[in-house]
Nanobody, 117 residues
Framework: QVQLVESGGGLVQPGGSLRLSCAAS????????MAWYRQAPGKQRVLVAA???????NYADSVKGRFTISKDNAKNTLYLQMGSLRPEDTAVYYCNGAVDSSGDDYWGQGTQVTVSS
């Protein structure tokens, strides 16, 4: 069982930046793809950004050009660099890792990001 632990959330002013981290308890080489999702109050959880084992990246239209997903295989860590933050980016951000062959799907506990002046 792999554990994912997010960190780096907090309160930031509009226009500011944050970097989220997701530390895995085992090698992230086993994941076919990893992703960041977010869930705002009263709304469904939605995909923010994803990255495959080969490094291909995909972003939600709402964050393109502002957020960057990356990973450090040596540190078993996934990152989300967030810039030009807006109040509508306020949400709990979750880390996800998936293994296609087994159907295993892992989630972190979430980290709160609040964008407010």
């Amino acid at each position: 069982q792999v554990q994912l632990v997010e960190s780096g959330g907090g309160l930031v002013q509009p226009g500011g930046s944050l970097r989220l981290s997701c530390a895995a308890s085992a090698s992230i080489f086993s994941f076919d793809h990893m992703a960041w999702y977010r869930q705002a109050p009263g709304k469904q959880r939605v995909l923010v950004a994803a990255i495959t084992s080969g490094g291909w990246r995909n972003y939600a239209d709402s964050v393109k050009g502002r957020f960057t997903i990356s990973k450090d295989n040596a540190k078993n860590t996934l990152y989300l660099q967030m810039g030009s933050l807006r109040p509508e980016d306020t949400a709990v951000y979750y880390c996800n890792g998936a293994v296609d062959s087994s159907g295993d799907d892992y989630w972190g506990q979430g980290t709160q990001v609040t964008v407010s002046s």
